[in-house]
Antibody, heavy 119, light 107 residues
Framework: QVQLQESGPGLVKPSGTLSLTCGVSGGSISTSNWWSWVRQTPGKGLEWIGEIIHSGTINNNPAFKSRVTTSIDKSKNQFSLKLTSVTAADTAVYYCARARSGSYQFEYWGQGILVTVSS | DIQMTQSPSSLSASVGDRVTITCQASQDIVTYLNWYQQKPGKAPNLLIY???NLEKGVPSRFSGGGSGTDFSLTISSLQPEDVATYYCQQYDNLPLTFGGGTRVELK
């Protein structure tokens, strides 16, 4: 059974960088699955941030412009998210998720991590 | 971006009631639509994929339908464990987008 676990600081200062890691267990990250970040806010609901696959190919949501960097570390079986120039609007629960191979059905999710942007 | 509009935003129904949630896409998404169930404090859980296919382990009282721009999720006989928020998600085009959610409560 594949399991995902987000980790990172729960508090980030405005204008700072949000950095999260998603550890994958129970399966390899080097598969044909895409690995995504999704966030949830009371105001905007569920919002897809972007995805990465083991080759390093990335697709990002243009809504985040150039603020998002996603990377993958196959040796540690994990992938990461960096979101720069954060504001209070970036306060959210951040989830990592795995899409089913060949599709965009999120079959596995992490438990989520609340990140608050505040000074 | 494709906008996904769910209705109602919340509903209250009795155990055994038939419940229907609708999801409308801002453009034709064929049948590239998934439904998720989310309980408080938990991550969303895949319920239905490709509009009408039940995920493994999902009770048969759940069903999905539609095509093009109009879709629906139906619970044929509401059970207490179905209290949750339900979200649709399109994957016809990137960026992937979700509906605003429908909160289902017991009357």
């Amino acid at each position: 059974q594949v399991q995902l676990q987000e980790s990172g600081p729960g508090l980030v200062k405005p204008s700072g960088t949000l950095s999260l890691t998603c550890g994958v267990s129970g399966g390899s990250i080097s598969t044909s699955n895409w690995w995504s970040w999704v966030r949830q806010t009371p105001g905007k609901g569920l919002e897809w941030i972007g995805e990465i696959i083991h080759s390093g190919t990335i697709n990002n949501n243009p809504a985040f412009k150039s603020r998002v960097t996603t990377s993958i570390d196959k040796s540690k079986n994990q992938f990461s998210l960096k979101l720069t120039s954060v504001t209070a609007a970036d306060t959210a629960v951040y989830y990592c998720a795995r899409a089913r191979s060949g599709s965009y059905q999120f079959e596995y999710w992490g438990q989520g991590i609340l990140v608050t942007v505040s000074s | 971006d494709i906008q996904m509009t769910q209705s109602p935003s919340s509903l209250s129904a009795s155990v055994g009631d038939r419940v229907t949630i609708t999801c409308q896409a801002s453009q034709d998404i064929v049948t590239y639509l998934n439904w998720y169930q989310q309980k408080p404090g938990k991550a969303p859980n895949l319920l239905i994929y490709d509009t009408s296919n039940l995920e493994k382990g999902v009770p048969s009282r759940f069903s999905g339908g539609g095509s093009g721009t109009d879709f629906s999720l139906t619970i044929s006989s509401l059970q207490p464990e179905d209290v949750a928020t339900y979200y649709c998600q399109q994957y016809d085009n990137l960026p992937l987008t979700f509906g605003g959610g429908t909160r289902v409560e017991l009357k």
